[in-house]
């Protein structure tokens, strides 16, 4: 085969500094909320504050999906029908999160979520209360902290198949995807370096982030 019917790699940027931060911030919190629940006792304090932690995360990350950079902005990975389709049969051409990984963001990101808003009104029966639980009756507290539970069993497989689904395309397709969200950077076929989101775009979206920490703490004791 000919170099002109297989070109060399082209390096693109493809993770802007932005998601690197909230990608490896975002494990580390989840990783600190899982550990401290485990435990228990007087760690719940700081499972609390990782909780504020994942929830300003998330609301950058929402934020961030509409405003920010190219390969960053939802739109332009959203996980259709037609392109789950095209990459089934091995004709998908994009960079970025491919669809089925995409699919796996958005269960993640959801997950996350409901997890974090279930957490907020939880209680543990001993010491420990969610920020917000003062909002809500007992009864509906109890009901919250199950289900907060039952979803952290889902958040777990979820991520074990997440880590799965990385390890077999570093190891079996041959395509780093830890690399790109360390140093920005991917040698590709072919594709465009993500445009990246503005100064103000980043600005707004840390300040809507504080701001929605801030509501989900004010009315508790925990803050950060």
Do not use: C
Not at 86 to 110: C, D, E, I, M, R
Not at 182 to 192: F, M, R, Y
């Amino acid at each position: 085969m000919s170099s002109k019917d297989n070109p060399p790699p082209t390096r693109i940027h493809l993770w802007d500094l932005p998601i690197r931060i909230f990608h490896w911030s975002l494990v580390l919190a989840v990783i600190t909320a899982i550990a401290t629940a485990k435990i228990g006792g007087n760690w719940m304090e700081l499972h609390g504050r990782a909780g504020l932690v994942i929830i300003g995360l998330l609301a950058f990350r929402l934020t961030w999906g509409v405003v920010g950079s190219t390969h960053a902005r939802f739109r332009n990975f959203a996980p259709t029908p037609a392109k789950i389709r095209t990459y089934l049969k091995g004709q998908w051409q994009g960079v970025g999160h491919n669809p089925l990984g995409a699919l796996s963001v958005f269960a993640l990101l959801g997950l996350l979520a409901a997890q974090a808003a279930t957490g907020l009104f939880a209680n543990d029966d001993i010491a420990f209360n969610g920020p917000l639980f003062a909002l809500v009756d007992k009864a509906l507290s109890d009901r919250l902290t199950g289900w907060h539970h039952q979803l952290s069993n889902f958040l777990l497989i979820l991520m074990g198949l997440h880590v799965a689904a990385v390890f077999f395309y570093v190891w079996f397709k041959k395509n780093n995807l830890v690399k790109p969200m360390l140093t920005g950077w991917k040698d590709v076929q072919s594709g465009e370096s993500a445009t990246r989101g503005s100064l103000i775009a980043l600005i707004s979206s840390v300040l809507i982030a504080v701001a929605v920490v801030y509501g989900a703490s004010s009315a508790g004791f925990v803050y950060l």
